[in-house]
């Protein structure tokens, strides 16, 4: 298992791409904070068969679904360490060629701090 914080983590999120969400959990932390927790199966071509997140001081969570949607493909995403430090993620971009935040990106993250961990298909 490989465990990234910073911004070696935002670079991990990459595995996101044709990738597919298989759970989400919100929770307050000890300071009242909000930290997700989110799991993801890369594409099967790739040597990651799990990647962990976990979001901390969460400020923006913003997910739309419908039980008519599959639950979660990623076809698109854009993962971006902001100048104040924070992580931007948005798992449906209105354009993932544009390295910003933009008003009409999807199923957007914000959060001060994230650590992936990313187990390995060859991992035990």
């Not at 990234?4 to 990738?19: P, T």
């Amino acid at each position: 298992m490989h465990v990234f914080e910073g911004k070696q983590a935002v670079e991990e999120l990459g595995w996101l791409l044709d990738g597919t969400v298989t759970g989400l959990t919100l929770r307050a932390d000890a300071s009242g904070g909000l930290v997700l927790e989110a799991m993801c199966i890369p594409r099967a071509d790739k040597p990651v068969r799990e990647l962990r997140m976990r979001f901390t001081e969460v400020t923006r969570f913003d997910f739309a679904w419908e039980s008519e949607q599959a639950f979660f493909f990623v076809p698109g995403f854009k993962a971006l360490l902001l100048e104040s430090g924070s992580v931007y993620v948005s798992l449906d971009p209105y354009d993932d060629r544009v390295q910003a935040p933009d008003t009409r990106d999807g199923c957007v993250i914000e959060a001060r701090g994230v650590r992936t961990e990313s187990v390995l298909k060859s991992d035990p």
